[in-house]
């Protein structure tokens, strides 16, 4: 991987001071469905997608900062604004899903598999390396529906974060720390619409913050990084699976207890719906590269039929 004509260093940069570096992928890539996935909601205020340029707020060690991806030509251009500029150009390949290994996924085990790598030859898996941001985003999203977690993820994000630097296409803000989201107070949780069995448990998460996402980063496998996850009171498989996702990209994690998964992998690999054992079973041929299937399996425009009308959402926060 190569990455060229970067401007930054790691000394603090000026926030309306632009740096620009050029990534030069040794893969095919679709930036779009790589880094897109990370998006939570259309209105998140921590990554916009306009037309063809993904904006990212950023916390890093110097400041909020802002990085622009953009697809020219094969190339990556990223140009990004404010103190850690520097630190946001280094983190564009693994965006990019420079450390994505496909080495040992076979397609050709499943049609639809086969038929949908073949098409989307530009899927990676990207890697945020922001552990605790996706921790606490995955905490929101406990047993709520989207509409409800992206919600609350937008409101406290834009209230408790920090204003991102630069031409943004819009008002965007980089996530809190784990000392602020800390001290978030208990009225706001309710604001968001968090319930406080979600809020305590992020709330506890922050006090242990950056150790948990070192010892996360440090763990050898995904069972080691689920035991880091699980430790945590609150925390359970599908956190562990949905954090390991984005702020790792492991190619491996499956999400197990979610409301939808099984069901669509049962249905685009049998046609049939089935249960987390029964999606465990069908994912094994690809054990080490299950996320890379699901992943597969959303990109085919594969979809069980709707059984019924959408879920309206109680709102607690009235009462």
Not at 55 to 64: D, K, N, S
Not at 110 to 130: M, N, V
Not at 235 to 250: C, H, K, Q
Request: charged residues 25%; neutral net charge; proline residues 8%.
């Amino acid at each position: 991987m190569t990455l060229t004509a970067r401007s930054a260093s790691a000394d603090a940069a000026p926030a309306d001071t632009a740096q620009e570096a050029v990534y030069r992928p040794p893969h095919e890539l679709d930036l779009h469905r790589t880094v897109g996935m990370l998006r939570r909601g259309r209105n998140d205020p921590t990554m916009v997608i306009d037309g063809t340029v993904i904006w990212r707020a950023l916390r890093t060690p110097l400041g909020p900062t802002t990085l622009s991806l953009r697809m020219l030509g094969g190339e990556v251009h990223a140009t990004a604004w404010g103190p850690g500029s520097g630190i946001a150009l280094d983190l564009v390949p693994a965006l990019c899903g420079a450390h994505d290994d496909a080495t040992d996924f076979d397609p050709s085990l499943h049609p639809l598999i086969a038929d949908t790598a073949r098409r989307h030859p530009g899927l990676r898996l990207t890697r945020t390396d922001e552990v605790f941001d996706a921790l606490a985003c995955a905490i929101i999203e406990q047993k709520v529906t989207g509409m409800q977690a992206f919600g609350a993820w937008r409101w406290l994000i834009s209230r408790f974060g920090a204003p991102a630097p630069g031409p943004t296409p819009r008002p965007m803000f980089a996530a809190p720390s784990p000392d602020q989201w800390h001290r978030i107070p208990s009225w706001a949780w309710h604001r968001a619409g968090v319930e406080p069995p979600q809020s305590r448990t992020i709330v506890r998460a922050a006090e242990r913050g950056d150790r948990i996402s070192r010892a996360v980063r440090a763990a050898a496998s995904g069972d080691d990084r689920d035991r880091v996850l699980t430790s945590l009171p609150g925390v359970g498989v599908w956190t562990s699976a949905e954090t390991r996702i984005r702020a790792l990209g492991d190619p491996d994690a499956v999400s197990i207890g979610d409301y939808h998964l099984a069901h669509e992998v049962g249905h685009a690999l049998t046609g049939a719906r089935t249960d987390d054992a029964g999606m465990i079973e069908l994912l094994a041929p690809w054990a080490g590269q299950r996320q890379r299937v699901v992943r597969l399996i959303h990109a085919s425009g594969v979809q069980e039929p709707r059984r019924g009308p959408r879920l309206a959402p109680e709102d607690h926060r009235r009462r």
